[in-house]
Structure formats: C-alpha cells, structure tokens
C-alpha cells in the first residue's frame, strides 16, 4: 500500500499538486460567449452594414431563448446572443454618423475634444485620438498633424483642428482621420483631475529628462505610459526584445498600483474588505493619471481580474472572472476585437492564470521557488502571445524570454519609482530622488533591449498570415503541454511531435516564402509595382539601377518586396508627396539610398524624413519641373509640379523615364483631376506611352482627357485590398477600358512586372486576374 500510495503522488500521474493541469468543462463554460462575441464584434464594427442585420437576428434570437427557457442548455445560447445583439447596437447607432461623415468636406475646421494621450505617430508627426464637433455633431475621429508637440493637448483639453479629411479604416474606433501640417490650438485645457494629472505628467517629462542615456526616455513609460520621449532605435530594439510591453500602461503597472494600496492597507491593520476599497482608489487614481483611453480601462479590467484571481488562490475562478470582463469590456466597446493590444492582454492574462502555477512548478524542479516564478511568467506570455504577433510581424523573437528574464527584476522597481516620482514631481527633493532611484532599472532595461536585439539570430523569420499564426500557435500549444507536464507519456510524446512538424511547417513555408518564389519570379523586368497594400511602391531598372518610386505605407511589406526583387541598393528614390501611403514605408530604405528626389515638404514631419535619409547618406534634391537625369540606359524627366507653392496630392511629382528597351513609363502619383487638368495645360507629354501609373490608386477624381491624350498600353494601379476607399473606381477602370488599356491592380493580382521585348509589352502577375 505504502508503495502504492507513493506511486499515485508521482508527478508522472497527475494531479495539480503534481504541476499538471486541471479543467474541468464547467470552467470553460463562459468562453464560448466570449468567442461569439468577438468575433461578431470584430465583423460588426469592420463591415459595418451588417450591424442592423445582426443586431436584429441577435435580438430575435434572445427573445427565442427567453420563451423557451424552461428548457435546459439554453443558457450560454442566449448569452452569446445577448451579447452579440449589445456589442452590435453601439455600432448600428453610429449610422447617422456614419453618413455624415460622407458628406464632409475636403477640407473640416472645428473644436476637437481630446480623449486619448498625445502620442508619436512617426517621426515629427503626431497622434490623437477624441471627437470633432462640425455642424453640431460630435464625430469620433483621429487628428494626424506635423510639428512641435503642442503644450496642452491633453486628455481632456479642446483643441480648434483644421485639417485634411481622410476615411479612417475598417475597424477603427473613428470614423475620420484629420491630417494637418501644422499642431492644433488649445482652446480650451483640460480641468479638475485631469488637469492635475495632465501636471503631474509633464513634471515626470521634464525631470526625467535632465538624466543621461536610454533610461531617462523609458522612466515616462515604464510609469505612465508616454512615449513621446523614446527615440527610434530604443523604440525598435524594445520591440525586437519583446520588452516593448513595458513601455504600455498594462496589467503589470495596474497590478503593482493595486498591490501598493492592498499592502498599505494590511500594514495599516484595516480589514479585507478596506483593503480592497483601497486598491480600487488606488486603482482609479491611475487611471486617471495615465489618461483613462480605451486601452488603460481594459489593462486596468484585466488586472481587476488577477487580483481577483490572486486573492481567491483560484485560477479557475480567475478564468470566470476573466471571461465576465472581456464580454463586459466588448459589449460597452466593440472596437476592441480589433485592437492587437486587447487581444494581448487577454492572451497573456489567460496564460498566467491557467499555465502560470503548473509551469512554475515545473520550473522549480530544477529551480528554487523563488525564481521559478519569475522565469516561468514571461515564459508562458510569450507562447500566448506569438500567435498574435506574428500576424503583425512574420517573425519570432528568439531572445524575448531572455530579455524579459533579464528586465523581470528592474521592470517593477522603474515602474513603481516612476510613479511615486511622478505623483510628487512637484515636491523637488523627494521627486528628484524617486526618479533617480527609477532611472537605474530603467537604464538597466534599455541596455538589456539593445544587447538582447543586437544578439546573432535574435529573430526567426516566420510565414506570414493566418498559416505562420496557425502553425505557430500549434507550437505553441505542444510547448505549453509539454511545460506543464501533461500526465500521459504518450500525450507529452504527442505533443513533442507535433510541435516539431509544426516548426518544420512553418519555417518550410518561410524557405519557400523566401527562397523558392523569389526564384520563381522573374528575372528580367524594367517595371515593378510592389504589392504594398494601400498605398504606392514602383520600382525602376535599367542597365543594374534602380529606382523607387514612393515606399507604400509599411517598411515590412516595402522590405518583402525588395528582397524578392532581389534589390539591396536604391539608386535614385522619389518620394513623389508625403502623404502616409506613399513614404511610410520609408524606413525599409534608409541608409541604401544614393538620391533622393522629394516633392514639396508641408511641415516638420516631412522635412524630418528628409534629414533623416540624407543623414544617412543620401543626396538630396527638390523635384521641379524639368528636372532630368540618367538611370543606366533610361532617361527621367520630372513634368510636374511647376512650383512649390501647393503641397500635397496636386503636387505630386510626375515622373517619365523612357529610353531604348525601356517602356514609355509616366507615373502620375496621387494628383487629382485638376492638377491633371494642368499637367495637359503645361505640354512636354509623349503621344503615347507604355505604361501609365494611375493616378490616387484609381480614384474617381481623374481627368478622361490626359489619359486619352497619353494612349496608355498598360495601367498600373496600386492599391489595397477590401480598401475602405472604393479604390479603383468603376469610372476609372471603365474609362481605362474604354481607350483599349490592359489594366493590371495589386489588390487582386499582386507583384506586377513589366517588359518591353521588341514591339511587345510583356506583364507578370503573380496571380490570375480573377
């Protein structure tokens, strides 16, 4: 018996005192709800006409469920209904917004009310998010603008914004985006306890700043949240570490506030239930003073959850509470199935509390307790949360449990420092003291960052789109059984074999990504319109040299291009205007470019990106009319703009390039139908050219008469797929069609080539027109 009784406490059978793992199906029985309700909400709020559809059936099938409650497994049914019909309401009763915002203007003057923290949207430019008031309705939307950054615009400060309308995408929380070139003016700032703590963040600003290196930029950060200070190598290698999470106000910063105001009340001798009124305070007060946006309410919900969890001993009653707040967060929000950061929090917190106890447990098999905890938490982060990120970036971070383990001990102290420092930045000694004692784990994490990503192989490249999320995601599964010891042999053995297929799966696709279908793509090419998505990227080739005509709008997609192309330098770069979707991607380029041809800059953020690429060894020169030069056997001229007293889409730079072998090629940019209109006007244009690009992605803005007057071969379009745009229009492809041009688009067709052999003109598609 004795021996029996020895064999059943084994770690090989099982049980949770073993470090295996334990669910029942009760303690699943939320998550199906949870399930219907994001993806509805993620479908609602990104194609919104089938909002008033489903809120409908929703509803209808609620009242079914109630008739028939009486009988039993009703239940989670209605629930999933219920919640479907709620999340889908908020989005049906936006249709009169909705159709307001189709009716903007070009141009929209108005107070714009701050709700969200100023933050870097790309170097020199800005981003906020709140609503604009035009013709009496309050509009939720997004404000992009260039320059200094503004004081006062703050979280609840009203701001007078006079900008470019833009549609916003699908998916997003607002309905329009503004682009400016210069800040806003604060006509209003912010009051009560926002302006208090709008104060105390600005104090933290500017006494971080007088210290030296990487930790004065992460000390705002790692406290509240503000990032605005972070340069662009730091933020890159945070991100390449994967410790770029310590730079978001999340769970962790919510869960060391909570614990302060729990222990404060337990040394003071108060009671349970006080000590949990006190960490709620404490709680709410930062979330004040780290603005309280979308995603400082959801960190601060799911660290409500594992302080719940913490406190009960009991992961499954975390599970509960867990699946109670993501249904009440997507209900009040539905936006939120498609934010990357929501579906992070939720991932990372649902790891920790169901594999977080059995993995530490594992780890201290070989480890003392006390390290074993630390260890195992970033351990089980990651492989919730690789499946996600891969969907962002096709690539795995190799050294991310390495730097979170490194950064696992300075995180908290930075944090926590930092924001004691920040409450009483006004008091000078003690503020002072607080921020320096924050500054050494800080600078400790930043260091970490850089060594981590500067390491040989500190990423694995890996397939892209839902098969890299899914075969990832299975590795990750068989990992996670693997590491909480799973009590059959056979299932662990299972588990080992199927996360070694699956790694064989996914960096197969990627050799075949990388290696196979560059080889299969052809070599000889004068034209290539890179599928960037919404957005433009053409390349150019004659004789070994190249040129890039705008970047599209994601270094990621831009690079992938390239590479395939097998292009490594960039001769002669165009930015033909500075609008997102033609130099966002610019950073793929930077520090391989040996020209760069730019059209009229409108505010800082463009002159920036022009520094920046002749810092890096670029020569830079202003695009004008009747500017020419050499690119191997071909020849360029710039035909437009005539000045540089207009900026934007009707400044675009037009570009031909012809010569012998070489097709007749004129790219138009984004230039509307009367910047068109005087391009015609202005003369110089060939009778007929081989190839044209078309002009704004295909939009209906276009003037017939150019395009009849340049008899094109062939049409290029860059665009995106299911673009919120309506781009191409039908009017520009019957037109195009109606003068006998082949159209050939990206968002359909992908990577487009083009050869002229002899007489003929050839193109490429790397997919069948549909």
């Known amino acids: 018996m004795s021996q029996r009784a020895e064999r059943i406490g084994t770690p090989t059978d099982g049980g949770e005192a073993s470090g295996g793992l334990s669910l029942r199906p009760r303690d699943l029985r939320l998550v199906p709800v949870v399930a219907g309700v994001w993806v509805a909400a993620g479908v609602v709020t990104t194609v919104v006409d089938l909002a008033l559809p489903v809120t409908i059936i929703a509803w209808v099938l609620v009242l079914v469920g109630v008739v028939l409650a009486a009988r039993r497994g009703l239940a989670v049914p209605v629930l999933i209904a219920a919640a479907i019909a709620v999340a889908s309401m908020h989005v049906t009763l936006q249709a009169p917004l909705r159709a307001a915002v189709a009716e903007l203007p070009a141009r929209v003057s108005g107070p714009f009310t701050v709700l969200s923290k100023l933050t870097p949207a790309w170097e020199g430019a800005w981003r906020l998010s709140g609503t604009v008031t035009t013709d009496g309705l309050a509009i939720p939307a997004e404000v992009l603008f260039s320059g200094e950054r503004p004081a006062g615009a703050d979280l609840g400060a009203v701001l007078w914004v006079t900008g470019r309308v833009e549609s916003a995408g699908p998916g997003d929380r607002a309905l329009v985006a503004l682009r400016s070139s210069r800040p806003p003016d604060v006509i209003a700032a912010p009051n009560g306890a926002l302006a208090v703590a709008a104060q105390l963040r600005q104090g933290l600003l500017e006494r971080a700043g007088r210290f030296p290196g990487d930790g004065a930029q992460l000390i705002p950060g790692m406290a509240v949240g503000d990032t605005s200070g972070v340069d662009v190598d730091l933020d890159q290698a945070m991100k390449t570490s994967s410790l770029a999470h310590l730079l978001a106000v999340s769970g962790s910063n919510c869960l060391l506030v909570v614990g302060a105001g729990f222990a404060l009340a337990a040394a003071c001798g108060l009671p349970r239930a006080a000590r949990v009124l006190m960490a709620v305070g404490a709680l709410a007060a930062f979330v004040i003073l780290v603005t309280p946006e979308p995603s400082v309410v959801r960190a601060a919900a799911m660290s409500t959850v594992s302080m719940l969890a913490v406190l009960l001993g009991r992961a499954k009653i975390g599970l509960h509470v867990l699946s109670v707040a993501v249904i009440v967060l997507l209900c009040s929000d539905p936006w939120l199935a498609s934010e990357v950061g929501f579906a992070l929090s939720v991932a990372a917190t649902a790891a920790l509390l169901v594999l977080g106890p059995p993995a530490a447990r594992t780890v201290a098999g070989f480890l003392p307790m006390w390290m074993a905890l630390p260890l195992a938490a970033p351990i089980v982060a990651q492989l919730a949360c690789a499946p996600i990120l891969v969907l962002i970036s096709p690539a795995v971070s190799l050294s991310g449990v390495l730097a979170n383990v490194l950064a696992a001990p300075a995180a908290p102290v930075a944090t926590l420092a930092g924001m004691l420092g920040c409450f009483f930045a006004a008091v000078p000694v003690l503020g002072d003291a607080l921020i320096s004692i924050a500054w050494v784990p800080a600078q400790w994490v930043g260091s970490t960052a850089r060594l981590t990503a500067s390491l040989p192989q500190s990423v694995l490249p890996w397939q892209e789109g839902l098969l890299g999320a899914v075969t990832l995601g299975v590795v990750c599964a068989a990992l996670a059984v693997l590491l909480v010891r799973a009590r059959s042999p056979m299932v ?279």
């Open 492 to 770: 662990r053995r299972g588990a080992a074999a199927v996360a070694l297929a699956s790694i064989g799966i996914g960096v197969g696709a990627w050799l075949v990504r990388s290696t196979v279908v560059p080889l299969l793509t052809p070599s000889t090419w004068s034209v290539a319109m890179c599928d960037v998505g919404q957005g433009d990227a053409t390349v150019l080739r004659s004789a070994g040299i190249v040129a890039l005509v705008d970047t599209g709008p994601d270094p990621a997609l831009l690079d992938g291009c390239l590479q395939r192309l097998g292009i490594a330098r960039v001769d002669l770069l165009l930015l033909t205007h500075f609008d997102l979707d033609h130099v966002g991607g610019a950073a793929a380029v930077i520090g391989r470019v040996g020209v760069l041809l730019h059209g009229p800059t409108d505010g800082d953020a463009d002159a920036a990106l022009v520094d920046r690429l002749h810092a890096q060894g670029a020569r830079v020169v202003d695009a004008r009319r009747g500017l020419s030069g050499d690119l191997g056997d071909a020849r360029w001229r710039v035909l437009w703009p005539t000045s540089g007293r207009v900026t934007g889409n009707p400044a675009s730079v037009v570009l031909e390039v012809t010569g012998d072998g070489f097709p007749a090629t004129l790219l138009l940019g984004d230039l509307d139908a009367e910047a068109q209109r005087g391009l015609l006007r202005a003369g110089g244009l060939r009778s007929t050219y081989d190839i044209v690009k078309v002009s704004h992605h295909g939009s209906a803005d276009q003037e017939p008469r150019l395009y009849a007057a340049l008899h094109p071969r062939l049409a290029l379009i860059g665009v995106g797929r299911g673009n919120d745009y309506g781009h191409p229009r039908d009017d520009t492809l019957n037109m195009l069609a109606a003068l006998g041009t082949v159209i050939a688009r990206t968002d359909d067709e992908g990577l487009l080539l083009a050869q002229l052999t002899g007489e003929d003109l050839r193109v490429w598609r790397e997919h069948a027109p549909p």
